[in-house]
């Protein structure tokens, strides 16, 4: 069950995945913004998981498929920031209206993208994890802070 405005936090999730009483996902931008703890991406990736079984669309959702779905919605992303010039962090100047549909594009692709991690067998919590780590050895603070060139241009 979604509420009028389609969106769910955290402490909607109930046990069983459904989603009851979803309440704004849309920050404050006088608060420093964190993310909700829950739901974790393992949530997500079952409750889509219920979701795809319960349709019987497991046939249709094979990794390409599922990679092309995420790029779509990448694209649905990109057209809510098509001709606006530079935006502020925190969309100062859009419309809830606007910040509840990139709210809803964004999940599409989250949603997508840990459904296509399944379904390659990539653990993307431990992943990400590992990746991260990965980036702090190619871009030690010390040698970049600053700098936004790409690893390949330092000399050293
Ligand atoms: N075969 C499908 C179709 C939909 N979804 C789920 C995952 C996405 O979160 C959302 C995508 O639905 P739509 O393809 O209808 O795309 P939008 O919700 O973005 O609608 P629109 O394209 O009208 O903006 O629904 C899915 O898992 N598998």
Redesign the pocket.
């Known amino acids: 069950m979604m509420a009028t405005n389609g969106t769910a936090t955290c402490k909607d999730v109930q046990t069983n995945g459904e989603v009851a009483t979803p309440s704004s996902p849309l920050p404050n931008n006088s608060q420093r913004f964190t993310f909700s703890s829950e739901p974790t991406m393992e949530d997500i990736r079952r409750m889509?998981a219920e979701?795809?079984d319960e349709r019987d669309?497991n046939k249709?959702?094979q990794p390409r498929n599922l990679l092309l779905?995420m790029v779509g919605?990448v694209g649905?992303v990109s057209e809510l920031f098509q001709w606006k010039g530079e935006v502020a962090e925190g969309l100062p100047d859009w419309s809830d209206s606007e910040r509840e549909h990139l709210a809803?594009?964004l999940?599409?692709v989250l949603?997508?993208l840990l459904?296509l991690a399944e379904k390659c067998r990539v653990d993307l919590p431990r992943a990400v994890l590992q990746k991260m780590a990965l980036n702090k050895l190619k871009y030690p603070a010390s040698k970049v802070h600053g700098s936004a060139k790409k690893y390949t241009e330092y000399t050293d």
Do not use: L, V
Request: net charge negative; proline share 0%.
């Open positions: 889509q979701f795809t669309w249709f959702h779905a919605e649905e809803h594009e999940s599409d949603i997508y459904e």
